[in-house]
C-alpha cells in the first residue's frame, strides 16, 4: 500500500537539525499479522532496517537500571526523571525511559491536595476516602 501525504511541523515542535523539511511525501505501508514482539521486531527491520529497541521495563525505580532487550549498546541522558535513550547504531528505533519515586512521594502529594479539597458530601463513601488514613 502506498500513502502519499503532505504534512508541515507544527510551530510547538521545531524540527531539529537532520530532520526532513516539510512538504510532499510518499510512504510505503506493509501489513502482516505478527504473533508476538519477536516477531513484530523482525518485521519492521525486514521492511525497513531499523532495530526496534526493546527493555524489560520502560517506567524503573530510581534505583533500577535498565535492561535492554537488545545487543546495541546504548547511553541514558536523564532529564529529571524523563530519560531519552540512544542507541550507538543511528538504525535503531528511539524510545523514552521514565525513573518514577517511590509510592510514598505520590501518596504524600496527594494526601496534601485532598486536604485542600472542599468536600462534598454524596451517596457513595468514595467522596471521603481523600480524608481516610
Request: proline share 5%; net charge positive; aromatic share 14%.
Amino acid at each position: 500500500m502506498h500513502l502519499h501525504c503532505i504534512f508541515t511541523q507544527p510551530k510547538s515542535h521545531p524540527a531539529p537539525e537532520g530532520c526532513l523539511s516539510a512538504g510532499e511525501y510518499t510512504y510505503e505501508i506493509f501489513i502482516e499479522p505478527v504473533k508476538s514482539r519477536k516477531e513484530l521486531a523482525d518485521f519492521v527491520f525486514r521492511h525497513s532496517n531499523i532495530v526496534v529497541c526493546e527493555f524489560e521495563k520502560y517506567t524503573l525505580e530510581e534505583w533500577e537500571k535498565p535492561i535492554s532487550l537488545i545487543k546495541s549498546k546504548y547511553k541514558i541522558i536523564n532529564k529529571n526523571g524523563r530519560c531519552d535513550v540512544k542507541f550507538e547504531n543511528e538504525k535503531t528505533a528511539r524510545t523514552r525511559l521514565y525513573y518514577r519515586k517511590p509510592w510514598s512521594f505520590y501518596l504524600e502529594r496527594a494526601a496534601k491536595h485532598a486536604e485542600k479539597c472542599q468536600q462534598k458530601s454524596g451517596t457513595h463513601t468514595e467522596s471521603w476516602y481523600g480524608f481516610l488514613q
